[in-house]
């Protein structure tokens, strides 16, 4: 077969494997109770945001009552990311300042502290292991030096109330509303699992939507790099949109971006979302597929 020749099997294997692969997207929960307390905040997740540019937290909302370690989702508009050291204009990456005011000169670069959490690397969200009592949080978006965009978001108060065990919490039907809450506040900020992983991060499979809405796209293992420049272990988003099995719309979210919008008519579609890397356009994942059923309409 010769050395070139073997190369090229194992490539080949290496990419049959990938193509065989599945990335599962997140069910539903199981329980009605659950399912109705998950589904009835769906359009707060989905609702898109009407600023040009902006950045918040795609799974908290100020007031919440969490166990740590917590999932912090991180979402931009109107910009892309690429990791830090990397100039492009037009991008940069996250920062989450924790119990600590926005700075005083905007021009200065951000600090590296416990309070000055940096995401250099290009990341979609985060975990953070805070002790018990109330903090506040803010996202920050700042370029490849560090130094902050004037894109920042609303400053959040959270409760941590203890520690993360593996035990879930429950949904009392004698007093549905607050354990509701409380439920899916602990929900939305639990951990992934440790591993690659390639999906939406506001959605789980089948979950009916209201158009317009907005999608947040997460990856981990690997950071988010806008085309126009190159990182390890970096690619962005490629999303496709299917109906009865034929391609609808096709989203190259080459600029680096980790949101999108779409606006569809009510139908059961399948979107199919790649990461792909910047430089050769291969797949750095394996695809992850969704089913999407838009049930409703609003008016924006």
Avoid at 83 to 96: F, N, S, W, Y
Wanted: glycine share 10%; net charge positive; charged share 20%.
């Amino acid at each position: 077969m010769g050395v070139n020749g073997s190369k090229r099997w194992l490539v080949g294997v290496a990419l049959g494997l990938l193509a065989a692969l599945q990335v599962q997207a997140l069910p539903l929960p199981q329980g009605d109770l659950e399912r109705g307390c998950w589904t009835q905040h769906t359009r707060l997740r989905t609702r898109p945001g009407k600023e040009p540019r902006s950045v918040d937290f795609s799974n908290l909302r100020d007031g919440y009552t969490l166990r740590s370690p917590l999932l912090v989702g991180f979402a931009v508009r109107g910009m892309g990311v690429v990791p830090a050291g990397k100039p492009l204009p037009g991008t940069g990456h996250h920062h989450v300042l924790i119990d600590t005011p926005l700075p005083h000169n905007v021009g200065d670069k951000l600090p590296f502290s416990d309070t000055h959490k940096h995401f250099g690397k290009g990341q979609t969200f985060a975990q953070l292991d805070l002790p018990p009592g109330p903090h506040t949080l803010r996202l920050l978006f700042a370029d490849h030096d560090h130094v902050p965009h004037f894109v920042y978001s609303p400053e959040i108060r959270i409760q941590v109330a203890g520690k993360r065990t593996a035990e879930p919490l429950r949904i009392d039907p004698r007093r549905y509303d607050d354990s509701c809450e409380a439920w899916y506040q602990d929900e939305v900020s639990r951990p992934r699992p440790p591993g690659e992983w390639l999906g939406l991060a506001n959605l789980r499979d089948a979950e009916p939507v209201t158009s317009p809405f907005v999608l947040h796209l997460g990856v981990e293992g690997f950071g988010v790099c806008a085309a126009g420049q190159t990182a390890e272990r970096s690619g962005y988003f490629v999303l496709q949109v299917q109906l009865a099995g034929r391609t609808v719309q096709t989203l190259d979210l080459r600029n680096g971006a980790t949101q999108a919008t779409l606006a569809l008519p009510n139908g059961a579609y399948q979107l199919k979302l790649r990461f792909v890397d910047g430089a050769s356009g291969r797949d750095l994942l394996p695809p992850y597929e969704h089913s999407l059923p838009v049930t409703a309409q609003e008016r924006m």
